[in-house]
């Protein structure tokens, strides 16, 4: 879609003011909204998407209406930020303030501050409408400095009678010891971040006098058991570095006419590896719990430097591609289980009917061996009723070749090996051998 726009009457200081230096302004318009501008003195051409190129034409207008001064980066990117949410809204038609119709505006003695993103409307609706919310995203969305706002606002209003402010003390990833100076001067440094909305939005002559009355209070996370907040507007920031009994005990200090806003980033979390955040589990087992509401902050929602914004979707994108790793990774794993199982299984059973093969009984038919000649001679010897002597020890021939012996007690000599038996010699007719020993000496 082309469209084209003067503006007249035609100021040079002004449109000096819009373009920047050699039309920078423009470039970064065009980049952030996917357009092509062009322009000739105060005649512009924007061509690309309707929806788009009609946002741009809107935003120069703006521009141009408060280009009495030059236009700041900060400015410019905060209402680039602006438009582009606006574009992103399905069906959103383009509107001259960038803002939405039921928007909530803080007022305070410095400045009057509304939401520039929906989740941000949507994130003070949450806070002025709920004793806890909860505010989660990533940097640079606003929720530490809306927080601090609304606190700011109800406390001139009157309608709480002190600030607190707290935070678990955890480096981000680094050790800085034991520091010097009382409690206040020991958590400064991790409260930064609340002290210098608080500067922007109070000023610091006027945030001296609030800490000398106890309208503003530093109260350590790690101190707070056992008391009752009332008519206080409690903020915890960076509680993403909570344990869960940590944010249990800080949810129940609530007390009457309070409000609790707790913000955290939970893909920044410092706490050693394997501990559970309180944010996280709050987040769980808080869910649909009456009286408590949470807005999800995106990286469309930040409102720094648009550099910032590609940075955290960079993170975003890495987290994601790990977590469909890991994914992947347990389901391998899974699937290994399960066969090592199934193969445990199957060896079980081979190993049971194995088993169950060797213990059953053999019932096959031995043959009976044919009996020899000696047992077939006794069996016959047993069934005629004679008793047969028993067989010597020895073999047949040396038993053959052994002379009988006749009473006196002599001993006949071994014979050799002969073919008959020689018979038996008479008493005393018979000498013996030499070389053999008679029973009782030798003649």
Same mark, same amino acid.
């Given at each position: 879609?082309?469209?084209?726009?003067?503006?007249?009457?035609?100021?040079?200081?002004?449109?000096?003011?819009?373009?920047?230096?050699?039309?920078?302004?423009?470039?970064?318009?065009?980049?952030?909204?996917?357009?092509?501008?062009?322009?000739?003195?105060?005649?512009?051409?924007?061509?690309?998407?309707?929806?788009?190129?009609?946002?741009?034409?809107?935003?120069?207008?703006?521009?141009?209406?408060?280009?009495?001064?030059?236009?700041?980066?900060?400015?410019?990117?905060?209402?680039?930020?602006?438009?582009?949410?606006?574009?992103?809204?399905?069906?959103?038609?383009?509107?001259?303030?960038?803002?939405?119709?039921?928007?909530?505006?803080?007022?305070?003695?410095?400045?009057?501050?509304?939401?520039?993103?929906?989740?941000?409307?949507?994130?003070?609706?949450?806070?002025?409408?709920?004793?806890?919310?909860?505010?989660?995203?990533?940097?640079?969305?606003?929720?530490?400095?809306?927080?601090?706002?609304?606190?700011?606002?109800?406390?001139?209003?009157?309608?709480?009678?002190?600030?607190?402010?707290?935070?678990?003390?955890?480096?981000?990833?680094?050790?800085?010891?034991?520091?010097?100076?009382?409690?206040?001067?020991?958590?400064?440094?991790?409260?930064?971040?609340?002290?210098?909305?608080?500067?922007?939005?109070?000023?610091?002559?006027?945030?001296?006098?609030?800490?000398?009355?106890?309208?503003?209070?530093?109260?350590?996370?790690?101190?707070?058991?056992?008391?009752?907040?009332?008519?206080?507007?409690?903020?915890?920031?960076?509680?993403?570095?909570?344990?869960?009994?940590?944010?249990?005990?800080?949810?129940?200090?609530?007390?009457?006419?309070?409000?609790?806003?707790?913000?955290?980033?939970?893909?920044?979390?410092?706490?050693?590896?394997?501990?559970?955040?309180?944010?996280?589990?709050?987040?769980?087992?808080?869910?649909?719990?009456?009286?408590?509401?949470?807005?999800?902050?995106?990286?469309?929602?930040?409102?720094?430097?648009?550099?910032?914004?590609?940075?955290?979707?960079?993170?975003?994108?890495?987290?994601?591609?790990?977590?469909?790793?890991?994914?992947?990774?347990?389901?391998?794993?899974?699937?290994?289980?399960?066969?090592?199982?199934?193969?445990?299984?199957?060896?079980?059973?081979?190993?049971?009917?194995?088993? #169950?093969?060797? $213990?059953?009984?053999?019932? *096959?038919?031995?043959?009976? +061996?044919?009996?020899? /000649? %000696?047992? !077939? =001679? &006794?069996?016959?010897?047993?069934?005629?009723?004679?008793?047969?002597?028993?067989?010597?020890?020895?073999?047949?021939?040396?038993?053959?070749?052994?002379? #009988?012996?006749? $009473?006196?007690?002599?001993? *006949?000599?071994?014979?050799? +090996?002969?073919?008959? /038996? %020689?018979? !038996? =010699? &008479?008493?005393?007719?018979?000498?013996?051998?030499?070389?053999?020993?008679?029973?009782?000496?030798?003649?």
């Amino acid at each position: 879609m082309n469209l084209r726009h003067a503006f007249t009457p035609a100021d040079n200081r002004r449109l000096s003011h819009l373009c920047g230096t050699l039309d920078e302004h423009l470039r970064q318009i065009a980049t952030a909204l996917s357009v092509r501008i062009s322009r000739r003195g105060e005649h512009f051409h924007i061509e690309g998407d309707r929806a788009a190129a009609q946002r741009a034409l809107t935003l120069l207008e703006a521009l141009y209406a408060r280009a009495d001064r030059p236009i700041s980066d900060e400015t410019l990117r905060i209402a680039l930020v602006e438009a582009a949410a606006d574009l992103a809204k399905p069906g959103a038609a383009p509107d001259g303030e960038g803002t939405e119709p039921d928007s909530v505006v803080l007022r305070t003695r410095r400045a009057d501050l509304a939401g520039r993103t929906t989740n941000q409307h949507q994130y003070l609706r949450h806070i002025l409408s709920h004793d806890i919310s909860f505010g989660i995203g990533p940097a640079g969305t606003g929720k530490t400095f809306l927080a601090v706002a609304c606190a700011v606002d109800a406390l001139e209003r009157s309608t709480v009678q002190r600030i607190i402010l707290t935070r678990p003390a955890v480096e981000a990833g680094e050790r800085l010891g034991f520091l010097p100076g009382d409690l206040t001067q020991k958590v400064d440094p991790y409260l930064r971040p609340l002290y210098d909305a608080l500067y922007d939005l109070m000023g610091f002559d006027r945030v001296t006098k609030a800490f000398e009355k106890g309208q503003l209070e530093i109260a350590p996370l790690a101190f707070m058991r056992g008391r009752t907040l009332n008519h206080a507007f409690v903020i915890l920031d960076e509680a993403q570095n909570t344990t869960p009994e940590q944010m249990k005990m800080f949810l129940t200090r609530i007390g009457f006419g309070s409000k609790c806003v707790v913000t955290g980033d939970t893909s920044q979390i410092d706490l050693p590896r394997g501990s559970v955040s309180g944010l996280v589990d709050a987040e769980q087992v808080l869910d649909g719990v009456d009286g408590i509401a949470v807005t999800r902050f995106t990286r469309a929602d930040v409102v720094r430097h648009p550099l910032v914004a590609r940075i955290v979707q960079a993170y975003e994108e890495q987290a994601a591609a790990h977590a469909s790793e890991q994914q992947a990774r347990d389901a391998l794993y899974a699937q290994e289980r399960e066969e090592r199982r199934e193969r445990a299984l199957r060896l079980q059973s081979a190993i049971v009917a194995e088993s #169950a093969v060797e $213990a059953r009984p053999v019932t *096959a038919v031995v043959p009976t +061996p044919k009996p020899s /000649a %000696r047992q !077939a =001679a &006794k069996t016959t010897g047993k069934t005629t009723g004679k008793t047969l002597a028993k067989p010597p020890a020895q073999p047949a021939a040396k038993a053959v070749a052994k002379p #009988a012996m006749k $009473a006196g007690g002599r001993s *006949a000599a071994k014979a050799g +090996p002969v073919a008959k /038996a %020689r018979p !038996a =010699a &008479k008493v005393g007719s018979a000498q013996p051998k030499a070389g053999v020993a008679r029973k009782g000496g030798t003649r």
